[in-house]
């Protein structure tokens, strides 16, 4: 929690929380997918699902993760890693779905 505390990024198994000042964290989750032609809406909504139910485990799991964002702002991000970066694929808020980048029906 120190390095969250402090704004900077911290991995955790298969997601990265970042968070800053203004009571904001950042949930990211990283696709399965390897090729980003094939990826889909119902895809990425389900790899989205997938990325809250672990933070949710993790929540569950320790007394100390749930204190720390209690007060907090969450966001969720699902990302495709193409090995030099990210690209950003969606992100929630407050059940609100923002598409990042431009994904196949």
């Given at each position: 929690?120190?390095?969250?505390?402090?704004?900077?990024?911290?991995?955790?198994?298969?997601?990265?929380?970042?968070?800053?000042?203004?009571?904001?964290?950042?949930?990211?989750?990283?696709?399965?997918?390897?090729?980003?032609?094939?990826?889909?809406?119902?895809?990425t909504l389900n790899e989205l699902f997938e990325?809250?139910?672990?933070?949710?485990?993790?929540?569950?799991?320790?007394?100390?993760?749930?204190?720390?964002?209690?007060?907090?702002?969450?966001?969720?991000?699902?990302?495709?890693?193409?090995?030099?970066?990210?690209?950003?694929?969606?992100?929630?808020?407050d059940g609100q779905i923002k598409w990042e980048?431009?994904?196949?029906?």
């Amino acid at each position: 929690m120190i390095l969250l505390k402090n704004c900077h990024s911290l991995n955790v198994g298969e997601l990265t929380f970042g968070s800053d000042h203004s009571n904001h964290l950042s949930v990211t989750g990283w696709t399965l997918t390897n090729n980003l032609e094939n990826i889909t809406k119902e895809s990425t909504l389900n790899e989205l699902f997938e990325v809250k139910r672990l933070f949710s485990q993790m929540v569950e799991n320790s007394t100390e993760f749930a204190e720390f964002i209690k007060q907090r702002q969450i966001e969720y991000y699902l990302a495709y890693d193409y090995g030099m970066g990210g690209i950003g694929l969606c992100s929630e808020i407050d059940g609100q779905i923002k598409w990042e980048t431009i994904v196949r029906d």
